[in-house]
């Protein structure tokens, strides 16, 4: 069954539309997936996730998603749901998706503004709630013997990752902060301390250059 859509642009990671909530469901636990994919959506525009097809396994779900024209369409499926099924449905989101004005896409600021995409989904997804239908059989049938090559990882993976490349950049800005080379006291203490050293030297410099010159003149 699909359970979260989110249609989102990438090269922001701005979420655009979602599908209306399943009041089955438990508000708490559509929040926390609301969220992972968010997470996601935000970790394709950093370029840290293909953008191209993926599946993300989490807790006896999966996430699928695809990426169009720079457009993320993405859904929480439970694992049981055909993998097939839940690209056709992406498919269909991403067909619908590019008949509408794709300037107003770049026009949106803020979160789930794009409502009349709200709308589309929740009708696309009607489609897909039965499996078992004539015309979803169709499309699991299609190709039977052909597989979808897309690349599979847990969600848990994906989070540990992105936890050390922050702690790793954080050791990094911690230790050039701290650097006695990069220090802005240390800095102003050497400035202090062999400014007017430099100085005189390259007074001293000037005034024995400019007495040799006049010796050579009265020579």
């Known amino acids: 069954m699909v359970k979260v859509t989110i249609i989102g642009r990438v090269s922001d990671g701005m979420p655009l539309a979602q599908g209306q909530r399943l009041h089955e469901e438990n508000n708490d636990v559509l929040t926390t997936y609301k969220k992972q994919a968010e997470f996601i959506l935000k970790e394709i525009s950093l370029q840290a996730l293909p953008s191209s097809k993926m599946t993300i396994l989490v807790d006896h779900h999966c996430f699928n998603y695809m990426v169009e024209n720079g457009i993320?369409?993405?859904?929480?499926?439970?694992?049981?749901?055909?993998?097939?099924?839940?690209?056709?449905?992406?498919?269909?989101?991403?067909?619908?998706?590019?008949?509408?004005?794709?300037?107003?896409?770049?026009?949106?600021?803020?979160?789930?503004t794009f409502i009349k995409l709200d709308t589309i989904i929740g009708n696309i997804r009607k489609q897909y709630v039965d499996t078992r239908t004539q015309a979803n059989l169709s499309k699991l049938n299609a190709h039977r013997q052909k597989e979808l090559d897309i690349a599979t990882e847990e969600l848990s993976l994906i989070t540990e990752r992105k936890r050390r490349v922050e702690m790793m950049e954080r050791k990094m800005e911690a230790h050039i902060s701290t650097s006695p080379v990069w220090e802005s006291k240390r800095l102003e203490i050497i400035a202090l301390k062999w400014t007017p050293i430099t100085i005189l030297l390259v007074v001293a410099s000037v005034l024995l250059w400019t007495s040799l010159i006049l010796q050579d003149d009265f020579r």
Do not use: G, M, N, W
């Open 72 to 112: 993320c369409y993405l859904t929480l499926c439970e694992s049981s749901y055909p993998r097939k099924l839940a690209f056709h449905y992406l498919q269909d989101l991403q067909q619908e998706f590019e008949r509408l004005d794709s300037s107003l896409v770049d026009r949106i600021t803020k979160p789930y």
